[in-house]
């Protein structure tokens, strides 16, 4: 069994996004029985809040169903129980870093890093723009899929 987090600042945009981008590729590939998908922030700011409408919105022009979610904060539990800590930019990393013990920074990578890319995936909260953030999580969760289902297709 894998076990993959994604990890943004507030877990309203971009990770719930990831979250449900990824939902839909295990399904496709109907390998949901070998993966545990789930989101969280570094930050405490949107702690209940649901996912933002943008993303909501982005993802349903996509046809790919909305994760029901609500965001929270990562937990030290997570990180001991997660494979894949996977980060939507440089500033998520360096927050995670603060708050992980360093025996599991090992689990820390960058999602676009998967696509052989070390560009940040922009925080549509600031910038208005969910088409962008959606198309580098779709890059982004492509290769990761590739990454942990060598032997499967989406």
């Known amino acids: 069994m894998r076990r993959i987090l994604f990890i943004c600042h507030g877990n309203i945009c971009r990770s719930t996004m990831a979250e449900s981008v990824f939902h839909y590729m295990v399904e496709k590939a109907n390998v949901q029985d070998e ?4 989101s969280s922030g570094t930050s405490r700011e949107e702690i209940g809040n649901p ?8 993802l349903n022009k996509h046809d790919i169903p909305v994760v029901a979610h609500k965001a929270k904060q990562i ?3 997570e990180i001991e129980a997660y494979d894949f800590l996977i980060c939507m930019d440089d500033r998520n990393i360096t927050n995670l870093k603060r708050i992980a ?7 820390i990578s960058k999602l676009l890093s998967y696509a052989g890319s070390d560009r940040n995936i922009a925080d549509p909260w600031y910038s208005g723009d969910f088409e962008t953030t ?8 492509l290769h990761l899929f590739d990454e942990v289902f060598t032997d499967r297709c989406i």
Do not use: A, M, N, R
Not at 35 to 38: G, K, L, M, R
Not at 51 to 58: A, I, K, L, R, W
Not at 101 to 107: L, R
Not at 134 to 141: H, K, L, N, R, T
């Open 35 to 38: 993966v545990i998908i789930s």
């Open 51 to 58: 996912v933002h409408y943008g993303t909501v919105d982005v």
């Open 75 to 77: 937990t030290l539990q």
């Open 101 to 107: 013990p360093s025996k599991y920074h090992y689990k």
């Open 134 to 141: 959606f198309q580098d999580v779709w890059e982004g969760c």
